[in-house]
């Protein structure tokens, strides 16, 4: 067996991080290297007084041999926390003495990477609740060996040039999907992933992954049913997930890293800049964010093919059930990727979502015993992750992932009845009551997506599973900027009709106006507005997509861009099933946009009711006021809602350096997608 090396591990070996934050309380995270007693977070006011308040769930869950994980919880001892106003923190412990407690800082260790020069601690900017106006930073696909400059940097740097103007720093960076990549790792990363996790969780799962070699895992796991085609340093324990997270995040922890890997600047050496970048980001911005599939492996609970050959096995849903060679070690996989993101990620999201009883379940998981088939059964079933963020206006965020279903009758959907019940409550709660007030959505993936290649995607999907290749498959392989990585990759909510038919009414009954919508995994950026109807009333929207971080495509999607006719106004109608002549679909189902005509329509025969949608893409004609961005290099996008008014912008690579576009503003009164007959 390959010996562990001795690390020199600082005392907190991860965050601070800013979590759950609002007025009433603020959650900090972080995680240290030994266990620490008698834990404080103290806060002070723009004029550095002290904040009166009691730092509550100040006892730590240790989540491996040399990992304890706080979520701390700072109350103020007067009914609000000052808001509207930089504040500033300090972590430590209290050391108990007979005349007096003394308490001792645990950031000084860390104060170059967390504060700004011309502070002493590091700082956040609360908002206040109710007022709808929020300024925050968005991004996705962060792998630490992609190519190009980390875009995390540009987080960083935005936030210390606006570290003391509160009407231009961020109040929040909402992170959507693929913050590691668990299925692509570099190879040069991969051994020290492997050494870092078995020094820090210790004795490892069940699974004989330990003493097996890490090389060449790709054909081992397809094999048994993973379906991603850079698996070869695929993660498999918790150990090595845990590590990931922790190059991720902490640039200081490279210095561990043996001269193999230094050897190699690029990419991996800008990884290492973004985790001081992220580092820094984290301390200095409240911080939400959510899974998509390359957290856990690519395609993640894709299809019911899928689900069914990696779930299927002794064990787990049907102890009697005869077990498939590989499939308990792929579900073991993706039970260590569930619990390595609820304590990177999910934990601090909205910590009151999960119980004391799961917090142990965790904790046991981690550092007892991982061979008890219950306890993966309990984390794989677990699928409370959607949350709504305290923002004004509030975000909610989506699990995409763990709420599919396959309904023979309605069809797939990303998310099934019993989770869009949920979000229907959770988001009701989040809103103050009035009608009309705007909503922010923050998605893994687009509600829509190039037109061209949605179409394709979606025919080829349905296509598939009868065994036929479809003319518009056929078009889309034709065509020299796509491949079959491409078409096969249909995660955008357009290829699945129901589920886009689900969310809107969802939103069109909540009377969101506008509706905002935050989303990634495509590794380029662009801006969409549209408009939908429901019962006769008429809500309006804007898409803005932000990726990849660090994932930088070649970029072949975006030519298509050039060509206006892949880009119409396009008018997608559901009709009523009356038996008359319009109950039938005007034309072919290759997505939600048509068949690439101006008009297209689709039955909807669950609900009698009229629907309409109008999508118009804004092209990038630099004229005002029908221009846009599309962007194919790695961006940050910069989003401002106030009121019914939208502006956003990207930060962008553009060569060396980092650029930042003009802002696009999108307005409801005069809102360019709706069509002048529906306009008041």
């Known amino acids: 067996m390959i010996q562990v090396p001795k690390y020199r591990l600082p005392v907190m070996i991860a965050g601070p991080m800013i979590r759950r934050a609002t007025v009433e309380a603020v959650h900090v995270w972080f995680i240290t290297t030994e266990k620490i007693d008698h834990v404080r977070v103290r806060l002070f006011d723009q004029a550095m007084i002290p904040v009166d308040g009691e730092t509550e769930n100040a006892e730590p869950l240790q989540v491996g041999e040399f990992l304890w994980l706080y979520l701390c919880r700072v109350v103020p001892a007067a009914d609000f926390l000052p808001h509207n106003e930089i504040l500033f923190y300090d972590i430590g412990f209290l050391q108990i003495a007979d005349s007096e407690d003394t308490f001792l800082t645990l950031l000084d260790e860390i104060a170059d990477q967390i504060v700004h020069p011309d502070h002493e601690l590091p700082s956040f900017l ?66 020290e992933v492997n050494k870092l996790g078995r020094h820090l969780i210790g004795n490892q799962n069940r699974s004989t992954l330990v003493q097996r070699t890490v090389l060449d ?98 064990g787990w849903a049907n102890p009697d059930s005869k077990a498939i060679k590989g499939g308990g070690e792929l579900a073991d996989i993706i039970v260590n990727a569930l619990v390595a993101f609820w304590i990177f990620q999910g934990y601090g999201n909205n910590p009151d979502s999960y119980s004391e009883e799961f917090r142990k379940l965790i904790g046991e998981f981690c550092v007892k015993d991982r061979n008890h088939p219950a306890m993966r059964r309990r984390i794989l079933g677990f699928h409370d992750w959607t949350f709504v963020a305290p923002t004004s ?92 990585a491409t078409e096969n990759d249909a995660e955008s909510f357009g290829v699945y009709e129901q589920s886009v038919l689900d969310l809107f009414s969802l939103f069109a009954k909540l009377r969101v106006q506008p509706l905002v919508v935050l989303c990634g995994d495509v590794h380029y950026a662009f801006e969409q507005t549209f408009s939908f109807t429901y019962k006769g009333r008429v809500s309006v929207g804007v898409q803005l997509c932000s990726s990849s971080l660090k994932n930088q495509p070649l ?126």
């Open 126 to 191: 609360l908002q206040a609740g109710g007022e709808n106006d929020l300024r925050a930073l968005y991004g996705s696909c962060r792998k630490l060996h992609g190519p190009g400059i980390d875009l995390m940097t540009q987080a960083a740097t935005r936030i210390r040039e606006t570290i003391e103007d509160l009407n231009a720093r961020p109040q929040a960076i909402l992170l959507g999907g693929d913050q590691i990549y668990a299925d692509d790792v570099s190879e040069k990363l991969i051994f």
């Open 217 to 314: 895992r790709q054909d081992r796991l397809a094999r048994h049913g993973f379906t991603s085609t850079q698996m070869h340093w695929h993660l498999e324990t918790l150990g090595e997930f845990v590590a990931l997270y922790l190059l991720a995040w902490n640039g200081d922890l490279w210095d561990q890293i043996t001269l193999k890997v230094r050897m190699h600047p690029n990419p991996e050496e800008r990884g290492r800049d973004g985790a001081y970048a992220a580092r820094f980001v984290f301390a200095n911005c409240v911080t939400y964010m959510m899974f998509d599939d390359h957290e856990v492996t690519d395609d993640w609970n894709f299809d019911p093919k899928w689900e069914k050959y990696v779930y299927r096995f002794k």
């Open 393 to 484: 206006p509030p975000v909610a965020f989506l699990d995409c992932r763990t709420r599919r279903s396959h309904d023979p009758v309605l069809g797939e959907r990303i998310i099934d009845g019993p989770g869009l019940r949920q979000l229907d409550q959770i988001i009701r709660d989040a809103m103050t009551g009035s009608a009309f007030q705007p909503l922010i959505v923050m998605l893994p993936t687009p509600f829509f997506d190039i037109i061209v290649k949605e179409n394709a995607q979606a025919s080829a999907k349905r296509k598939r599973n009868a065994g036929i290749v479809s003319k518009a498959a056929k078009e889309f392989r034709a065509h020299p900027n796509f491949d079959d």
């Open 555 to 680: 970029g072949k999607e975006l030519n298509l861009l050039d060509t206006a006719e892949h880009m119409p106004r396009t008018d997608v109608e559901s009709v009523p099933r009356d038996g008359s002549d319009d109950d039938r679909r005007a034309s072919p189902w290759p997505g939600f946009y048509g068949n690439l005509t101006s008009t297209g329509r689709m039955q909807w025969s669950r609900h009698k009711l009229d629907y309409k949608i109008y999508v118009e893409i804004r092209r990038s004609i630099n004229k005002s006021p029908d221009w846009g961005h599309y962007l194919s290099w790695n961006n940050l996008g910069e989003v401002h809602v106030t009121g019914r008014r939208v502006r956003n912008r990207y930060h962008y690579e553009s060569g060396a350096r980092v650029v930042t576009s003009s802002y696009c503003t999108w307005d409801t009164r005069d809102w360019p997608v709706l069509p002048e007959e529906l306009r008041p």
